[in-house]
């Protein structure tokens, strides 16, 4: 099989590009056979289980799914990993993370908001702290990142925050797609797509 295929803003090269493919294939018929990926099988990707709820994955489908129709296709696929690819510019993911957190697609990012994302990455971290210890971080967040005073944080006032606190990004990369061929290494060393 030959792929040539272009990306804007992708951080991916061809032969990622490739090793991408056969990722997304493994996903996109891990459950439906049609060569898309639904919400049960990224779930299934992401835990091993396509029933587990989970805000932080709900969201991240989310933001994949980008003609929001419920489903990734390959395109999707790629442009969306590319954000968490470790060479992508910080200002990429800072803006991706501000989507993220803004839970109601608002603009900004409110306290319940920023409650809510601490405690599911809290869970997803297996750690549990008391209401009043993630209260805490949600006020000190908000002293540090709410500029104006208005009670809401937005888009300039995160990239602001989290310019300065770049440790904020950590879930927004994953180390592993600078190795993708790696992991999938035959389908690239068959392939008849040049670098170029």
């Keep these: ?68 129709n419920g489903v990734i296709d390959f395109g999707e696929f790629v442009r969306s990993l590319s954000m968490f690819h470790p060479e992508t510019p910080s200002g990429d993911k800072i803006d991706l993370a501000f989507r993220l957190y803004d839970l109601r697609g608002t603009g900004c990012i409110e306290r319940e908001e920023l409650y809510e994302m601490v405690l599911t990455i809290l869970n997803e971290s297996d750690l549990f702290l008391s209401e009043e210890a993630v209260e805490q971080i949600v006020d000190q967040t908000f002293k540090k990142a709410d500029l104006n005073g208005d009670g809401k944080i937005d888009a300039a006032e995160w990239k602001t925050f989290a310019s300065k606190n770049l440790a904020l990004l950590k879930n927004m990369t994953l180390p592993y797609l600078k190795d993708i061929t790696m992991l999938f290494p035959s389908f690239v060393l068959n392939s008849e797509v040049c670098e170029e």
């Design 1 to 68: 099989m030959r792929i040539l295929l272009f990306w804007p803003k992708s951080t991916f090269s061809v032969s990622e590009v490739e090793a991408l493919y056969e990722l997304f294939k493994k996903i996109s018929h891990s459950i439906f056979r049609d060569g898309l990926i639904h919400k049960e099988e990224f779930q299934l990707a992401l835990f091993r289980n396509s029933n587990k709820k989970n805000l932080f994955a709900n969201r991240i489908f989310y933001l994949f799914d980008q003609k929001c």
